[in-house]
């Protein structure tokens, strides 16, 4: 048929509409990756930025509010927490460690779990079996548990963060790129290199990996998104980053028995990992529609 | 059942239909001046390629137009009855029962996870005009569907009928979905692209069911095709289409013999002739023209070999005697 | 049926049940500290009590002796003392486990009979307001982290509006006694409505809570398949045949829509047990997850290596349940 599926408009929309529709998600996707950056700078100039030092405890300003409440000032913008640090500090150097350990995952677990992938996709035979019964085995542990049992074993702290979750979040990138590579396998661009007497190394990264790039983007893009909110799970119960170190995560545990009198030290914290994770997570979606290729603009 | 009347109403009338669909590039006129009509008991052949609009013509009957397409003018009448603008309600009470249809592939158009035979029962119990459907009447219902299937020549009709769509061969398929259209006796079936999904030797069988029906239940048929071979021995009449209009229309052996437009008798000089083996197979050239603003003037004039000065206006539907009309100027002269 | 078949699926869990155990035996081993010096805490002892516990606890064996002995006894449940409580784990287990479960139970309730509807609506009507709504909520709800989402329920429900309980399972003084030991059955077989209520009261922001993240994950994989569904020939067909449109949505649609719907959900499970443990410790419920924080506390190693495993084999459990469930739904694929 002439007409297909994509092109008809959906329903209730006029050709106008259906642009204006494309450009306004397209924007929305880079209106979040707008803000993802923004939280990386602030990361990375975090010193220069923080209009306090996080670990200033002044009891002084024990649980004071923020500055639109009475009681509060504006240089202590949003607030202070138990222990009289400023909250908007301790906020954007928190930001460091959600965003440092969600990268830092995010490419050991992407690394690893593509080289498995590639070894089990392309050379297939008992390397295939062994790697993907390694992974099965460990999706069998929900994702906390494992990275709880983890921690219980090495202790806590950022390094062993870090570890504990790729442990388990290399099995992801691992299954996307072995699917890839099982399809690329069979594509004529590896038999031409093969008989052009390519090693098998030589095929799988320069040739395949290239060409599996964008599924294996995507998924890193949206690991990240889980991979920070695991982290800030973890530090809530205490056995993630460590005090005094400010994690947002931590952040909001420790507000928790000042819900009654000092909400703001839970809500902001828990407030800035949501807008976090909700940009990264549409902007990978908008990351997805544009490399899809079956979503043909 | 009603005998053959040449002074009866037909039983469909379609008359101007014009069908559009609003896309990203532009308004697609997929149906654009359509005039057709079948008389009752008739078989009528409609064939034309990919995109000249034949099956959304006929979807455009049973009022299975989805949104944002719509039918933007014309007219269609069924039975006596004007069905466009027809209220939701009463159209459900048509399809299945006085109209019904059957698609190309019967592996998709039955749906995979019910059995074939709850999907026959199912349409028959929809129309079931008793207000409370007691035990008997799905009992009476299944009765029916099975009886059906037997008609249609499935074995073992009444333990295949528990059995799912993908444990069926192709051709058994087709049967099914053509035992499922037919299970209310409708008045007008219409077949789109019937043998298209199927072996050739299978092809033949399923059109002989369709006409055995035919005769058996005094219904009227439409079979469309891009093949027009498949329509040529079982239509009484046929329809050539292009590019959202009808070129062509009249007796099938007329049709086949002495084609009056460029377009089908290039249609008939490409199927191969088996007793002529070296002859070469002359395919039309070039592509049909965008359905998108459709020109103005003869829409088959980019790839006609005998186009002329009045071949840039819009052409008009020249009739003839014995129900022939082609829209070409020419008028048959020169083929 | 195929009892044969599914038992034979279940045999090939083995290998990873096999390994799972070996990865928490190896956790346990390469734990830092002396179990039996942690247990015995500051307790004064002698060469030879710290000898005979070891020996006791099977310490003094090789690795492979000791790996069986984990094994063995984890079939008969027995999964040594606690450190901290002095009792056996599996008895703490089992006192905690009716709350988590009915937790989890209701939380599944909240998820899936809120978010399939909807889902099904919103494909249903797309692009509408609804539809906005639900794919923006079901953004949030990914992108929401439990542990805050958890305590502005709180905040609002409990500080600001004072309507809900903070923690717990229910008012001390309107206990009942325990038949199933899941209090919203038990209350009601004792027809105690008061209680019923509160016990209600306290499980709703827990529940909704856990269920959020699977309810967010549930509506859009239930959204786009049935988009997929509703696009494809069968539906036309049935339309075609002049189904009303309620039986075509409820039956042909979400018979082949709800199947990955169902398997997700299965496969959702598992994000439940790890929620649980955040959600437990927020809202105060005395189940297995709080259990397991409270362990990572007291460095109490058996309750969190028991729960570890145990965790780990309910999840390869419903993985497999999810697999049978859809070789059930799917009459196209066998096991």
């Not at chain 1, 993802?36 to 990375?44: D, E, I, K, Q, R």
């Not at chain 1, 407030?271 to 997805?288: E, H, M, T, Y």
């Not at chain 2, 029962?97 to 074939?116: F, G, Y």
């Not at chain 3, 549930?218 to 539906?235: A, G, H, K, N």
Request: glycine share 8%; charged share 20%.
């Amino acid at each position: 048929m002439l007409i297909t599926r994509s092109d008809v408009l959906d329903e209730g929309q006029s050709i106008f509409v259906k642009n204006l529709h494309d450009f306004v998600r397209d924007r929305l996707a880079f209106a979040s990756s707008l803000i993802v950056l923004f939280f990386f700078l602030l990361a990375l100039f975090a010193p220069l930025i923080a209009p306090h030092d996080p670990y200033d405890t002044d009891l002084m300003r024990r649980l004071q509010p923020p500055f639109w409440l009475d009681g509060g000032e504006i240089s202590y913008f949003l607030g202070c927490d138990a222990l009289g640090r400023d909250i908007l500090s301790r906020l954007i150097f928190g930001s460091r460690i959600s965003i440092s350990i969600g990268l830092a995952v995010v490419f050991i677990s992407v690394s690893i779990g593509t080289i498995a992938g590639l070894i089990a996709g392309y050379k297939k035979g008992v390397a295939d079996i062994l790697i993907s019964r390694l992974c099965d085995i460990l999706l069998g542990f929900p994702y906390l548990i494992f990275a709880i049992g983890l921690m219980a074993m090495m202790g806590a702290g950022f390094k062993n963060i870090i570890l504990a979750l790729a442990y388990k979040e290399w099995v992801e990138p691992c299954r996307v790129v072995r699917g890839e590579t099982l399809a690329a396998r069979e594509m004529e661009y590896v038999e031409a290199a093969k008989s052009l007497g390519a090693s098998s190394k030589w095929i799988m990264f320069k040739e395949i990996l290239p060409n599996i790039l964008s599924p294996l983007i995507v998924v890193s893009t949206f690991r990240m998104a889980y991979v920070i909110i695991t982290e800030a799970s973890l530090s809530f119960l205490g056995i993630g980053v460590q005090p005094p170190t400010a994690s947002w995560g931590a952040m909001v545990s420790d507000g928790r028995e000042f819900i009654y009198d000092a909400w703001w030290i839970s809500t902001f914290p828990g407030f800035a990992i949501l807008i976090l994770v909700l940009s990264i997570n549409v902007g990978s979606q908008g990351l997805r529609d544009a490399f899809d290729p079956r979503f043909h603009r | 059942m009603e005998k053959f009347q040449h002074n009866q109403n037909p039983i469909l009338s379609i008359k101007n239909l014009r069908t559009q669909f609003p896309t990203r590039q532009g308004l697609v006129c997929a149906v654009d001046g359509v005039n057709l009509e079948v008389n009752r008991g008739e078989s009528l052949g409609v064939v034309g390629e990919s995109g000249s609009g034949k099956s959304v013509t006929f979807l455009s009957v049973m009022g299975l137009i989805r949104q944002p397409g719509k039918i933007v003018s014309g007219s269609i009448i069924f039975d006596g009855q004007e069905i466009i603008g027809l209220p939701d309600a009463d159209y459900r009470q048509l399809r299945g029962k006085s109209i019904a249809m059957t698609m190309q592939d019967a592996l998709t158009a039955l749906n995979p996870a019910l059995t074939v035979g709850s999907q026959i029962v199912e349409t028959i119990l929809n129309h079931d005009k008793s207000f409370f459907q007691s035990p008997g009447s799905y009992r009476r219902a299944k009765e029916q569907a099975i009886e059906i299937m037997r008609l249609v020549s499935i074995p073992d009709a009444h333990i295949r009928f528990q059995e799912y769509p993908h444990q069926f061969s192709g051709g058994m398929r087709q049967r099914i979905m053509i035992a499922t259209a037919l299970a209310c006796r409708p008045k007008l079936l219409i077949a789109d692209e019937p043998t298209t999904a199927l072996d050739v030797t299978i092809q033949e069988q399923i059109l002989d069911l369709i006409d055995g029906m035919k005769k058996s239940l005094g219904m009227s048929v439409v079979i469309i095709s891009h093949d027009i071979g498949v329509v040529a021995q079982n239509c009484e009449k046929i329809a050539i289409m292009y590019a959202g209009q009808v070129i062509e229309i009249g007796p099938s052996k007329s049709v086949i013999h002495k084609p009056k437009h460029p377009y089908t008798s290039g249609l008939l000089r490409s199927i191969p002739n088996l007793s002529k083996l070296d002859q070469r197979i002359t395919p039309i050239k070039g592509n049909m023209p965008n359905p998108i603003n459709p020109p103005g003037h003869c829409r088959f004039l980019e790839r006609c070999s005998l186009p002329i000065e009045s071949c840039k206006s819009p052409i008009k539907m020249y009739h003839f005697g014995n129900s022939r009309s082609v829209r070409c100027v020419h008028n048959g002269i020169g083929l | 049926m195929k009892f044969s078949k599914i038992l034979e699926r279940f045999l090939q869990l083995i290998p990873v049940l096999l390994g799972i155990s070996l990865i928490v035996f190896f956790m346990i081993e390469l734990t830092p500290g002396d179990p039996v010096e942690i247990m015995l805490g500051d307790e004064i002892s002698t060469p030879e009590q710290e000898a005979s516990l070891r020996h006791e606890m099977g310490l003094d064996q090789p690795v492979h002796f000791r790996y069986y002995r984990f094994i063995s006894n984890a079939l008969v449940l027995e999964f040594g003392q606690s450190f901290y409580h002095r009792r056996p784990v599996i008895d703490l287990i089992t006192e905690r486990l009716p709350a988590t479960i009915e937790l989890t139970i209701v939380a599944m309730f909240i998820a899936i009979f809120t978010a399939v509807p909807l889902g099904v609506i919103a494909a249903i009507k797309k692009n509408s307001f609804i539809d906005k709504i639900a794919t923006v909520g079901a953004l949030f709800g990914v992108s929401m982290p439990a542990f805050w989402f958890g305590l502005i329920l709180i905040m609002f429900f409990s500080v600001q509006f004072n309507l809900l309980p903070v923690s717990g399972r229910i008012t001390y003084d309107l206990e009942v006694p325990n038949k199933t030991y899941l209090l919203l059955i038990d209350t009601l077989i004792l027809f105690r409505l008061d209680s019923f209520f509160d016990a209600l009261k306290h499980i709703l922001m827990p529940a909704l809570t856990l269920g959020l993240a699977m309810g967010a994950v549930l509506m859009r994989v239930t959204r786009t398949s049935m988009l997929e569904v509703m696009s494809q020939d069968y539906i036309v067909f049935a339309e075609s045949k002049g189904l009303k449109r309620f039986r075509i949505i409820c039956w042909h649609a979400l018979k082949n829509a709800l199947i990955p719907t169902v398997t997700v959900a299965a496969l959702e499970t598992g994000s439940l047990l790890g929620g649980n443990m955040i959600v437990e410790t927020i809202f105060g419920w005395p189940g297995l997850g709080r259990l397991v924080v409270e362990a990572i506390f007291d460095r109490n190693y058996p309750i969190i290596q028991t729960a570890v495993l145990l965790y780990a084999t309910t999840y390869v459990l419903m993985n497999f349940i999810a697999d049978v469930l859809y070789t059930f739904l799917n009459p196209r694929v066998s096991l």
